[in-house]
């Protein structure tokens, strides 16, 4: 039972466009969501997160929209870099020490 | 500041073997999580320690141990060995805990033949 849904496993998009990826969550009790990205052969990154108080946050091109009445968060990046291309994942906590993630999404930026 | 190692990069066991990875986290870091990455089911937690005292377990078979020493630094064992537990282990670390968020290391890339 997957708590945590990234539903696109890939998304390409061109050079200084916007890129969103999506995340649906089920457990009403996670109260806090981060996003992380991960280039192969490295551990993930932390990008930014957004606790439950909360339906916006952010931090320069990135940008995490939450919607709790949907169980819906997504990161948006604008403008998109060709160095922004990596598997994003989305993750969510309810402060019980862990974070459940989701399965990831490959985005490329085409040049 | 340094951040979160893990030793070895890589590892090749055989079937029934076991092994032992070890993670340092980042100073002053005292929760320490792992996670088990693969193709298929994607980053699955396993563990929490927190000040030398498993706080949280994820639902893996009771071959995957671990533990943490008063220095933070955290060493994960894997007893008998499968071929399903090849996989990218990774080691985080972060102040308090998940809502702190957390720094990984680049992981151990575990192949069992």
């Known amino acids: 039972d997957q708590q945590v849904k990234q539903n696109s496993p890939s998304l390409s998009v061109q050079e200084g466009r916007i890129s969103i990826l999506n995340c649906d969550y089920t457990n009403s009790m996670f109260d806090y969501f981060l996003w992380y990205k991960k280039y192969p052969a490295e551990g993930p990154t932390f990008l930014i997160s957004?606790?439950?108080?909360?339906d916006k946050n952010e931090d320069g091109r990135f940008t995490v929209f939450l919607n709790k009445s949907a169980k819906h968060l997504s990161l948006h990046i604008v403008p998109s870099q060709p160095g922004d291309s990596a598997v994003y994942f989305c993750?969510?906590?309810?402060?019980?020490?862990?974070?459940?993630f989701g399965k990831g999404t490959k985005l490329s930026v085409k040049p | 500041k340094a951040g979160v190692t893990q030793t070895p990069r890589y590892l090749i066991k055989t079937r029934g073997q076991q092994v032992t990875l070890s993670c340092s986290p980042i100073?002053?870091?005292?929760?320490v999580s792992w996670y088990q990455q693969t193709p298929g089911q994607g980053l699955q937690f396993l563990f929490e320690?927190?000040?030398?005292?498993?706080?949280n377990k994820g639902n893996f078979p009771g071959r995957f141990s671990g533990r943490q020493f008063s220095n933070s630094r955290s060493e994960m064992n894997v007893s008998t060995l499968e071929l399903g537990d090849s996989a990218l282990y990774l080691c985080a670390s972060s102040l308090q805990g998940a809502d702190y968020g957390y720094t990984f290391g680049s992981g151990t890339r575990l192949t069992v033949v």
């Open positions: 100073s002053g870091h005292r929760s």
């Open positions: 993750a969510a906590t309810g402060g019980g020490g862990n974070l459940i």
């Open positions: 320690y927190f000040s030398e005292t498993q706080r």
């Open positions: 957004i606790s439950s108080i909360k």
